[in-house]
């Protein structure tokens, strides 16, 4: 299986476009999003092509396509709008041998990974909207940033998973 994840759209409806279509494009089966999909939050600037119904709409539509974990600006009123789950906040994904931990990251990250990750696990995050992708005693810590409000000089970025394999690429 191959999995596109990308994190932290913040309801820019330029940017879910460009994730649906490079999803297509990779010709990826589930398409990974790490949270934070439809509200900017309140310390970070509204991103000039913020329409969240517009986001709704394009989504829902790709529902069958996402697993998805809830981000900290995730609340229940974006579950009520949204027809694929986001309540969660992580997932264990199992690709190849490699256990991937998708988390949204304000809960666990590289400083506070989960105990149940095992040695050589993946532990996904978003939240920093920083892109990263380093490794830590006994896992491997990836980040596809945030495309729609980059920070740090992140470039717009999203990651392909597939056969146990992890990749951080531009778009």
């Given amino acids: 299986m191959k999995i596109l994840s990308a994190s932290d759209i ?12 490079r ?3 990779e010709k990826a089966d589930k398409l990974l999003l790490l949270g934070d999909l439809l509200y900017h939050g ?4 509204l991103p000039g092509d913020y329409r969240p119904k517009k986001v ?10 996402i697993i998805a974990v809830r981000g900290n600006c995730d609340t229940e009123v974006d579950q009520m709008v949204l027809e694929f789950p986001i309540m969660a906040d992580y997932a264990y994904i199992i690709s190849g041998e490699t256990v991937i931990f998708a988390t949204h990251g304000h809960k666990y990250n590289p400083k506070t990974p989960p105990v149940s990750l095992p040695e050589g696990a993946i532990l996904l995050c978003g939240h920093t909207h920083i892109t990263a992708d380093e490794k830590y005693e006994g896992f491997r810590y990836m980040n596809p ?3 729609s409000i980059p920070k740090n000089g992140s470039k717009p970025s999203y990651i392909i998973i597939e056969d146990g394999r992890a990749e951080l690429k531009e778009f």
């Fill in 42 to 45: 309140p310390r970070n600037d």
């Fill in 23 to 25: 999803f297509h494009e």
């Fill in 145 to 147: 940033g945030s495309p």
């Fill in 10 to 21: 913040h309801g820019s409806i330029n940017w879910a476009q460009k994730i649906i279509d």
């Fill in 56 to 65: 709704i709409e394009l989504l829902n539509s790709e529902a069958h396509n």
